[in-house]
């Protein structure tokens, strides 16, 4: 017996759509012709002098028993914006906030950070602090980038983050398979792995 479509025709659907479904991931995702494995191992860490790194931990330390982070606002302003400024000077990637995308009808909406370098990353809030719906429009937001980037780069990665916890994805666009690394960071504890892996990302 077939499995019933998820996406009905001629439906247009946003990104944030895909956070509010309440299918498996990987049923989404089938349904534009991509897997998803689940990895407990790490993404590799640039290996670069990080000259603000101590700085950037200090602020955050300093700053955190003064702030509710309560709202998303305040964890963009306070933690996302400040690390992603941080790896913007370490790569000279391209920064780009709130950017329009619309590949397909199913495949549109706003990348909430889109960088570009040597690489491609993807950051995106997870709404209502739900990591687990926000890497399923992660993923949906790669597809929509791996059907848009034009050239051969074997990889496009992609973040979901609470501000305080982050979580990776790469899509292989040669195999079409996305995979979900399972290890969560948590900010500031483990900010200098989130930091190197952003670099490394973007520096190829």
């Known amino acids: 017996m077939s499995r019933s479509s998820i996406l009905q025709p001629g439906q247009s659907y946003t990104f944030r759509q895909y956070f509010e479904m309440s299918y498996e991931p990987e049923d989404i995702l089938a349904e534009f012709g991509y897997t998803l494995v689940r990895s407990p191992q790490p993404l590799p860490q640039s290996p670069l002098p990080l000259d603000r790194l101590a700085n950037l931990q200090a602020r955050i330390e300093d700053s955190l028993p003064y702030i509710s982070l309560t709202s ?23 920064l780009r906030i709130e950017y329009p995308l619309t590949v397909t009808e199913q495949l549109k909406g706003s990348l909430d950070y889109y960088l570009y370098a040597d690489g491609r990353l993807l950051v995106i809030e997870a709404k209502n602090a739900d990591l687990a719906r926000g ?58 792995e989130v930091l190197r892996m952003l670099v490394q990302i973007l520096m190829g």
Do not use: M, N, S
Request: charged residues 25%; negative net charge.
């Open 135 to 192: 890497f399923t429009q992660l993923a949906v937001e790669l597809i929509a980038l791996d059907r848009w980037v034009e050239g051969t780069q074997p990889q496009l990665h992609g973040a979901v983050t609470t501000g305080d916890i982050w979580q990776f994805g790469t899509l292989d666009r040669e195999t079409r398979q996305i995979t979900q690394f399972l290890k969560l960071y948590r900010i500031p504890d483990e900010l200098e």
């Open 72 to 94: 998303e606002a305040a964890r963009r302003e306070l933690l996302i914006a400040p690390l992603l400024l941080d790896v913007v000077y370490y790569t000279r990637a391209q």
